[in-house]
């Protein structure tokens, strides 16, 4: 299709822009579709929608304006505008710049006399005359008006060098060149089925609506389509893995399994002992294991998944396990070390840390067969790494790692069995409709002596009061920021200020500072003394939300608290009731909007990951929190699985008609059906094989 540079207003440069956004062609800015709408239409035509932004809109003659600079860097443009309800308040904000001057393009269109119309947020719910503006537009500019004024527009995710103006104006220049010709490729039956509206009507709709009505319409198609091609991928998927045959067999020798059994020191729980017999008895059969293992935070799933590798390992085979930071895989790799201890089993750690010959020579080693469990991240997946023998694949926190991510590793090994593993518990029919080609095993028992973490929320004072205290009574703790460094945001603490600020308060104390910035040797280094007690107070942003495991750490402390998510919050107070001490969680927050409250609520309310995880999937959505949309797994842009349970029905239960049917759509009416999952699944994405 035609090049996005040679859409009017476009050109070259703009297209660099564009291409950030994965922008490459006209159809690709067709179906950029929005993030959300504003209802910019007067006020006694405005319908709610929970996806529909209100946005105030200003008509007026400018009086008069009035330039300002701030005590920092900021300058301040006011605009005040005669309209027919009194007199109207307007303020453009800009960085200064000694170069030029930022405000010449407003001082050169706001005239005095000059009619204009605003829009942006009001700066006091109560006093919608007085806004924070975003966008004006002369009232006399019709062109301009037809797209941006007085009707639901179009929000976009932006990069820097577009603007949501300029993005509106492209998105309507395309439909105008294009949409008539976008097609459609679901068979005819299934839109009259489902009340679908046409495809070209309903693109047009997506972006620039008349009406509620042809909103919620034409977000209804584009889900179900969503939905449908996702089902149809993740059913072929599944259909192509249980299809095929491993040139390899497991025999449950004991050799390892049963000294690692006794070395435990503890008895396996039912969960753990029930998710042990199903991976096993996939990993006796014929086709490849793929299945996703959930538990809580501290359920055992390292014990299930190190029981899985030893089973490899009895019958010759390597495994691989793949984290998604290094902290997580040297935590891993500890603790592998520590359970294999005495048994003749080999297991490296491979990081980007490990460089030179120190690589090299593990590279060769694992090429000839002689390291049994390789441990690492991401670096794991790079085209220098190859096994002699790959058996099996574990990935721990798979919403980290990207559906190509997963393909890659597997691949590295010949009909190689597959375990994911999640500490973000999700409800079984989200778990299947997220990750359908997946058998799913849950462990929903924790270990005996495991003890609950009080949770409660409190102020900064409290709180670290709370952790000196801890501290002198031989406790240690975790003090958890949300960033590295300061921001402009006020309410907002950084791990760097606040080390610096700490180590005076705990006067006396250890204190440690733990981020992803700092040198790999660091790090492990901060860690380990941690772990050792001679850190007692560790400062940290939250990169060590999964897999640190430190018996003596009893108190854990997140401020800004408002800022993360249920399952950031869970993860993080995981990290102590490890040991025999009384634990405790403190949540400090600065501000209260959006759904904080509602969040902090929960955490308080509940310490089971699978409650929390039903509160969050109600309260933030399924992609938010299982990272979809971030990491590409799935080409959902309109669709969430939580909020759209019912049209989910509908799609796979057309699916499932579609594929029992014509199980390779090959019959003439499912062609564009298939071309669109060969474009999208198999060539995009490398989930499924219609070759």
Request: proline share 4%.
């Amino acid at each position: 299709m035609t090049s996005i540079q040679f859409l009017k207003g476009v050109g070259p440069k703009r297209a660099e822009l564009f291409g950030r956004l994965g922008i490459e062609s006209l159809e690709d800015l067709l179906f950029y579709f929005p993030r959300a709408w504003e209802d910019r239409r007067p006020a006694d035509r405005k319908e709610p929608l929970p996806f529909l932004i209100d946005a105030p809109v200003i008509k007026g003659r400018v009086k008069r304006v009035r330039d300002m600079y701030t005590s920092g860097r900021l300058r301040i443009f006011k605009v005040f505008l005669d309209t027919p309800f009194g007199e109207a308040e307007a303020s453009f904000f800009k960085r200064h710049s000694p170069r030029f001057d930022v405000f010449a393009p407003l001082r050169k269109d706001l005239k005095e006399g000059r009619e204009i119309w605003v829009t942006g947020t009001p700066e006091d719910p109560l006093f919608l005359s007085r806004l924070r503006a975003d966008e004006y537009y002369p009232a006399d500019d019709a062109a301009a008006l037809k797209v941006h004024i007085g009707r639901i527009v179009p929000v976009y995710p932006l990069t820097e060098g577009l603007t949501g103006r300029f993005m509106r104006e492209a998105v309507h220049e395309a439909l105008e060149a294009g949409a008539a010709d976008i097609g459609d490729f679901l068979p005819p039956d299934l839109p009259l089925k489902r009340g679908l509206a046409a495809r070209d009507i309903s693109l047009k709709a997506v972006h620039f609506p008349a009406n509620n009505f042809e909103l919620v319409q034409a977000r209804r198609r584009f889900i179900y389509e969503e939905l449908l091609l996702l089902g149809l991928a993740w059913a072929i998927k599944r259909a192509q893995t249980r299809g095929a045959v491993k040139d390899f067999a497991y025999e449950v020798k004991k050799t390892l399994l049963t000294p690692f059994r006794n070395n435990l020191g503890f008895a396996l729980t039912a969960g753990q002992a029930h998710a042990i017999n199903e991976i096993f008895t996939d990993m006796r059969a014929p086709a490849p294991m793929a299945r996703l293992l959930q538990g809580d935070v501290g359920s055992g799933k390292t014990v299930v998944a190190l029981s899985a590798m030893l089973l490899a390992a009895e019958n010759g085979g390597q495994s691989v396990f793949a984290a998604p930071t290094e902290i997580l895989a040297e935590q891993h790799f500890i603790t592998l070390s520590r359970f294999l201890k005495g048994l003749k089993v080999r297991v490296e750690l491979l990081t980007a840390r490990v460089k030179g010959a120190e690589r090299k020579s593990l590279l060769a080693d694992l090429a000839a067969g002689k390291i049994d469990i390789l441990v690492g991240t991401h670096a794991v997946i790079g085209d220098g790494v190859k096994f002699s023998n790959l058996r099996l694949v574990v990935v721990d926190e798979q919403h980290r790692f990207g559906v190509r991510q997963r393909a890659a590793l597997r691949a590295k090994g010949d009909r190689a069995d597959l375990l994911i593993m999640t500490a973000t518990p999700i409800p079984r029919t989200l778990a299947l409709a997220l990750y359908g080609d997946l058998d799913l095993t849950v462990i929903k028992d924790m270990p005996p002596g495991r003890k609950p973490v009080k949770t409660s929320e409190a102020a900064e004072e409290t709180a670290l009061m709370a952790a000196r205290d801890e501290a002198a009574s031989g406790g240690q703790v975790y003090l958890v920021y949300p960033v590295i460094e300061e921001t402009e945001d006020e309410d907002m603490r950084s791990v760097k200020a606040e080390f610096e600020r700490l180590q005076g308060f705990f006067r006396g104390q250890s204190v440690g500072v733990l981020h992803g910035r700092l040198p790999g040797e660091q790090k492990k280094k901060v860690m380990e003394d941690f772990a050792a007690g001679r850190i007692r107070i560790l400062v940290a942003t939250q990169v060590i939300e999964v897999g640190i495991d430190v018996p003596n750490a009893t108190l854990m402390v997140i401020n800004n608290a408002e800022r993360f998510g249920l399952a950031s919050l869970h993860q993080l107070r995981g990290r102590v009731g490890r040991g025999r001490r009384d634990s405790r969680c403190l949540l400090v927050s600065r501000a209260r909007g959006g759904d904080s409250a509602e969040r902090l609520r929960a955490m308080v309310q509940t310490s089971s990951g699978f409650e929390l995880s039903e509160k969050d999937i109600y309260i933030r959505g399924a992609g938010e929190i299982l990272g979809v949309r971030q990491h590409g797994d799935m080409d959902l842009r309109m669709a969430d699985l939580s909020r759209d349970k019912e049209i989910l029905a509908q799609a796979l239960e057309d699916r499932d008609a579609l594929l029992s049917a014509d199980p390779s759509l090959s019959l003439k009416e499912n062609a564009g059906l298939r071309r669109r999952l060969q474009t999208l699944y198999a060539t995009r994405w490398h989930l499924i094989d219609l070759s």
